[in-house]
């Protein structure tokens, strides 16, 4: 069975930092595309960032140069670092695993992200 758990999520001011993780297991990790999505209230869930598994990144334009995401195949994780955050990140933030060839698709439950200005 295949999990992806979250964590890192939490309260921030305007300006500050997190960074998420999110710990994959019954899957063939290195084999996945990772990449963390986000979903405010009452809009759609939108993609955020994108590592594939050859490690060639992807993020949308509102994070270039304030998020940066990684991953680490011995431990089966992804690590999203998000700095000078926004009041317009909050959401709740997905992670996501990808395995195109295959045409498999996995999400993890969420993670909140709230952003005081």
């Known amino acids: 069975q295949v999990q992806l758990v979250e964590s890192g999520g939490g309260l921030v001011q305007a300006g500050g930092s997190l960074r998420l993780s999110c710990a994959g297991s019954?899957?063939?990790?290195?084999?996945?595309?990772m990449g963390w999505f986000r979903q405010a209230p009452a809009k759609a869930r939108k993609l955020v960032a994108f590592?594939?598994?050859?490690?060639?990144?992807y993020y949308a334009e509102s994070v270039k140069g304030r998020f940066s995401i990684s991953r680490d195949n011995a431990k089966k994780e992804i690590d999203l670092q998000m700095n000078s955050l926004k009041p317009e990140d909050a959401a709740v933030y997905y992670c996501?695993?990808?395995?195109?060839?295959?045409?498999?698709?996995?999400w993890g439950q969420g993670t909140r992200v709230s952003v005081s200005s």
């Open positions: 996501n695993a990808t395995r195109t060839s295959r045409g498999q698709q996995y």
């Open positions: 019954g899957l063939t990790f290195s084999a996945y595309g």
């Open positions: 590592i594939n598994a050859d490690g060639s990144t």
